[in-house]
């Protein structure tokens, strides 16, 4: 079952996965996205080699997140067991290949498209940042505040770890 809100989830996973890589904002030391990772990629994982970028930059990201948050809550990097293995799937299907195509080719694009899926005021805290529960997951208000709180951090050169209560 694919609900309606998983795109819009998988699209935020890969801005911030994207804005949070060492030549935008240097949250995580990755290059995942640079074009010099399909030369190292694509040799290793052949017909994968997309999944693989998804996969590398999720999980710096995850260790990140979990480094500044408590056990036991959820982040845009680490969802319940069921919402994981539906963002795989989609990643995998053909609807995967044309979000990873919509990748923006720079960090003003990616701000732009990220500011697009927040609500209209963000605010700006440094550090964990509740944002909501979990069972309001595919919540659009609670997308927005999640995306609105990435926009407010990576524009004002902060870290923030918006979180979801279990």
């Known amino acids: 079952m694919k609900e309606s809100y998983l795109p ?6 890969r801005l911030v996965g994207f804005l949070g890589e060492r030549a935008q904002c240097a949250w995580w030391p990755t290059a995942f996205y640079e074009a010099s990772s399909k030369l190292f990629l694509e040799p290793v994982f052949s ?3 997309r999944l693989a970028q998804y996969h590398g930059v999720l999980e710096a990201a995850r260790r990140l997140h979990d480094e500044h948050l408590s056990v036991g809550s959820y982040h845009l990097f680490r969802l319940p067991e069921e919402v994981e293995q539906n963002l795989h799937a989609i990643v995998q299907s053909s609807v995967g290949e044309e979000l990873a195509s919509l990748t923006p080719p720079g960090k003003e694009a990616a ?6 899926l927040a609500s209209t005021s963000g605010t700006s805290r440094v550090g964990p940042m509740a944002v909501g529960s979990i069972k309001d997951l595919n919540s659009t208000d609670t997308l927005k505040a999640i995306a609105a709180a990435y ?8 870290k ?5 209560v279990g």
Not at 160 to 164: A, S
């Open 8 to 13: 819009t989830l998988l699209q935020m996973r």
């Open 47 to 49: 017909k994968t080699s």
């Open 111 to 116: 701000l732009d498209a990220l500011q697009r």
């Open 160 to 164: 923030t770890y918006p979180y979801l």
């Open 151 to 158: 926009v407010s951090a990576f524009t004002q050169d902060a």
